[in-house]
Structures are given as C-alpha cells and as structure tokens.
Nanobody
Framework: QVQLVESGGGLVQPGGSLRLSCAASGFTFSRYHMAWYRQAPGKERELVATISRASDIINYADSVKGRFTISRDNAKNTVYLQMNSLKPEDTAVYYC??????????????WGQGTQVTVSS
C-alpha cells in the first residue's frame, strides 16, 4: 500500500524558512521522479517543483525559483522541500507525489494528508 506522509509545515513570518519532508513507502522510491504540489484556499492544486530519480533534473515553478530547493534521499525514501524567503502567497497545503515525467505530468498515487504552511506576521 502506497503511503505519502508530508511533514514540516507550520506558521512562519514573511521572510522565514521551513523544510518540508515527504516520507514515501509502498513503492520503489528510487525508480520514480518526485514532485511537490501546493493548494491554497479557494485555488486549484499547482505544481511547485520536480526532481528526477537521480536528482539530475530539477524544475521549479516560476513563483518559487530562487527561493525553494527540492532534494531527495533515495536511501531514506524521502523527498524534501527547503523553502526560504517565504511570502504570504506561499500559504497553502503542500503535498508530494510520484510523477511519470519531470515536467510533473502523470501523478501516480492518491494524495497524502499534506502539510499546512502558513506565512503570516
């Protein structure tokens, strides 16, 4: 049974940082590209970043380029999202998933519970 467990969210002031983690199980993590998504209140879920199996191809949404860093540890079956210089518009529930393409197309599994990130003073 596939499980995606996101953690690390919280309340942070504008300009602050958070590091999200996503622990994956139930599939061969190292064989799949991974992605982070987010969904803000009243908005559709959007792709934030993707990372290839070997971490050699990484893509970011324009809105987070230069501020967020995606990484993975295949030995720990975990993907991370380091978020710096956070803005109020980054407030959302953040999710991870395995994807078919490094462009983010082809989400493979059901969503986990996500982790809430709130950026507010």
């Amino acid at each position: 049974q596939v499980q995606l467990v996101e953690s690390g969210g919280g309340l942070v002031q504008p300009g602050g940082s958070l590091r999200l983690s996503c622990a994956a199980s139930g599939f061969t993590f190292s064989r799949y590209h991974m992605a982070w998504y987010r969904q803000a209140p009243g908005k559709e879920r959007e792709l934030v970043a993707t990372i290839s199996r070997a971490s050699d191809i990484i893509n970011y949404a324009d809105s987070v380029k230069g501020r967020f860093t995606i990484s993975r540890d295949n030995a720990k079956n975990t993907v991370y999202l380091q978020m710096n210089s956070l803005k109020p518009e980054d407030t959302a529930v953040y999710y991870c998933n395995a994807v078919v393409l490094t462009t983010g197309s082809g989400r493979l599994y059901d969503w986990g519970q996500g982790t809430q990130v709130t950026v507010s003073s």
